[in-house]
């Protein structure tokens, strides 16, 4: 199956910015003569992946397809990925081979729901690969107002994490380390791209990123990915102030290929950001309970 030009152009740019990023020394090749370009020489690669140069070079002009998963694996050795760039190396060699499909959003179960209303005191929401935000629980509304009262929001009818950062000039306030939170938006789309190429949706987000923000163009030409994401999240919230949460993401499985992504925000106990939270939660049951329609007489 022939693949198509935009896709040949992800291969080539990804390698060829793993191997901008690698030393002769750092891979225990010498460093002799003058280098026109910074990091490895295609051959060098080729060496280390115990393959032709012209076999490589062919590689990374995006010819992927018939490559086996022995050989995808020594190249992503000899450029050291880490573990999310390898997986998006052989996404990109799978959908290479795969013929075209549309791939269909799909409702949150109701059990799904359920978990994440049962999490009272933890701010949990569903987002899809594209970074929709799919389902929220009471407090992770809350916590993510500035998200979901955004024009980002109201002009497309669902909040997109993405589109904020980097469209909503308010982000840089909300997002504390707004370069982290735009680094990792980026490379969560360049994966998702990689892993669905023919996803329009997802290539009209980013048409849309890229036409719009100079700031998308940049990282996303870095040609990061990011799959799996957790750690720290600082935030500045207008009705609480700052927030330090952890948050921990895990694969949500659905039908039709898709997968979504749980993710769950918690404050250290007995902190700041642990009252704040909690404030944030009474806040947010006060307004569920005034918005909620009252028994009518029997």
């Given amino acids: 199956m ?19 990023k690698l030393t002769p020394e750092q891979v225990g090749l010498p460093a002799s003569g003058r280098r ?4 490895l020489r295609r051959e060098e690669v080729a060496v280390l992946a115990g393959v032709s140069t012209e076999w490589y ?5 995006g010819h992927i397809s018939g490559v086996s998963e022995e050989v995808l694996d020594a190249v992503a050795q000899a450029l050291r990925l880490d573990q999310d760039e390898r997986t998006y190396l052989f996404d990109l ?21 359920w978990l994440l209303d049962s999490m009272t005191m ?30 980002t929001t109201a002009q497309h009818g669902r909040a997109n994490l993405a589109r904020y950062i980097f469209l909503d000039p308010g982000s840089r306030q909300f997002f504390v380390d707004w370069d982290a939170a735009a680094v990792v938006a980026a490379a969560l789309l360049r994966a998702e791209a990689g892993r669905e190429p023919h996803d329009r949706a997802l290539r009209e987000l980013i048409g849309e990123l890229s036409t719009v923000s100079t700031e998308f163009r940049s990282r996303w030409a870095a040609h990061d990915v990011r799959i799996r994401h957790d750690g720290t999240k600082r935030l500045w919230h207008p009705q609480v102030g700052d927030l330090e949460l952890t948050f921990q993401s895990l694969d949500l499985p659905m039908s039709n290929r898709t997968l979504y992504d749980l993710t769950v925000y918690t404050a250290e106990p007995g902190s700041t950001s642990e009252d704040r939270l909690k404030l944030l939660a009474s806040l947010a049951a006060t307004h569920s309970q005034a918005t909620e329609p009252t028994d009518l007489p029997r």
């Fill in 57 to 61: 070079t062919r590689l990374e002009k």
């Fill in 2 to 20: 022939e693949q198509r030009p935009d896709h040949r152009d992800q291969i080539r740019d990804f390698l060829a910015t793993r191997r901008a």
């Fill in 36 to 39: 026109r370009v910074p990091g």
């Fill in 93 to 113: 060699a799978h959908a290479a081979r795969r013929a075209p499909s549309r791939r269909k959003d799909v409702q949150v179960p109701p059990p799904v729901q």
């Fill in 122 to 151: 933890s701010a949990a929401f569903v987002r899809n690969a594209r970074t929709d935000l799919v389902a929220v629980n009471a407090l992770a509304r809350s916590v993510l107002a500035p998200v979901f009262d955004s024009t």
